[in-house]
């Protein structure tokens, strides 16, 4: 059965770190692909990051780009993001997401990922 279980989430000032963890198993990275959404109070869920599988490459949204990034480890069957220079609008439930279909720029949106995770929340305040 393909679990993903979040950790990491709390609350930090503007300026400050995070890093996020998802654990995951019933899937190989070889065949699915991974990533991270967040969702804000009144928006809608936002594409932040993912690599695709067979693919070296980790995509960003244009607004994490340069702050944040993805990470795995394969032994662990974890992937993180390490989130930094984190600023207020970034606060919002962080969900890890698998799928074994996405492919090209349809990353970003959140129609094709079929798992989710249960979220976790990262507030960003002074």
């Known amino acids: 059965q393909l679990q993903l279980v979040e950790s990491g989430g709390g609350f930090v000032q503007p300026g400050g770190s995070l890093r996020l963890s998802c654990a995951f198993s019933g899937f190989s990275l070889d065949y699915y692909a991974i990533g991270w959404f967040r969702q804000a109070p009144g928006k809608e869920r936002e594409g932040v990051s993912c690599?695709?599988?067979?693919?070296?490459?980790?995509y960003y949204a244009d607004s994490v780009k340069g702050r944040f990034t993805m990470s795995r480890d394969n032994a662990k069957n974890t992937v993180y993001l390490q989130m930094n220079s984190l600023k207020p609008e970034d606060t919002a439930v962080y969900y890890c997401v698998a799928d074994p279909w996405v492919s090209g720029s349809s990353w970003y949106s959140p129609l094709p990922w079929d798992y989710w995770g249960q979220g976790t929340q990262v507030t960003v305040s002074s």
């Open positions: 690599i695709r599988s067979g693919d070296s490459n980790t």
